[in-house]
């Protein structure tokens, strides 16, 4: 979170060790999450996550990585359009979005489509899992047997011509 003692060394050592090791072992792309959410965040604490993406992404792309964006809830990435604004935001060519279908039915309780039209110009990566909620909390489920409408994901991304990588989760 944005008030950790954690962010410095995030920022500072973590992305650096993370981009060292991709390039040992030949990837060319990371996956990071939206900064968790605390109760001393303000509306206006979104300036500093774009901030913090947006230089992530600059050192990145010094290095010839991409960094894909994966929602998760309790995150300033957590609806489809808050991952919008962060996308927005940090406007970088090399900043992309991961779409996890799991972890944006759990963010938003409701089906996939609408957030899917805002963040498919984005979508470069796709982690597939489904589940149901089961006394107030996400379960995650076999496929097809969830909430999360799997086969109509992977439809609309066929339909649209997403030719990217599916991830099944398990």
């Not at 939206?34 to 109760?39: A, F, K, Q, T």
């Not at 500093?48 to 929602?71: H, T, W, Y």
């Not at 107030?136 to 992977?154: K, L, P, Y």
Request: glycine letters at 10%; one cysteine or more.
């Amino acid at each position: 979170d944005l008030h950790s003692d954690l962010l410095r060394f995030h920022t500072a050592e973590l992305l650096s060790m993370s981009l060292d090791l991709a390039e040992r072992i030949e990837v060319d792309t990371l996956i990071t999450f939206g900064v968790e959410r605390s109760d001393l965040d303000t509306e206006a604490d979104r300036a500093r996550v774009i901030d913090l993406l947006g230089n992530a992404a600059d050192v990145a792309a010094s290095r010839g990585f991409q960094l894909l964006l994966e929602n998760i809830p309790g995150s300033w990435a957590d609806t489809g359009e808050n991952c919008l604004a962060i996308l927005e935001g940090v406007g970088r060519s090399n900043f992309g979005y991961v779409w996890d279908t799991g972890n944006l039915y759990e963010a938003e309780h409701r089906p996939f489509r609408e957030s899917y039209e805002l963040l498919k110009p984005h979508i470069r990566n796709v982690h597939l899992k489904d589940g149901s909620f089961i006394d107030g909390r996400m379960v995650w489920q076999r496929f097809g047997s969830g909430e999360t409408d799997i086969a109509g994901q992977v439809a609309a991304l066929h339909d649209d011509g997403y030719a990217g990588t599916l991830t099944v989760e398990a």
